[in-house]
């Protein structure tokens, strides 16, 4: 996302809805990789359990 695409945002929807939106967007790879390693770690304790 670029500089002036946040201004735009900011400006049209307000501050909190710009900068929400540009945090979702920037963290949503890393929740992915957050959630897969949480499924693998998952499935190593079910493995280990049995």
Known sequence: ???NEIVN???NMGFP???TLY????LESKMDKLNES???LTNVIDYNKE
């Open 1 to 3: 996302m670029q500089y």
């Open 9 to 11: 945002l900011v400006g």
């Open 17 to 19: 809805i710009g900068i």
């Open 23 to 26: 945090v979702l967007i920037r």
């Open 38 to 40: 949480i499924n693998k």
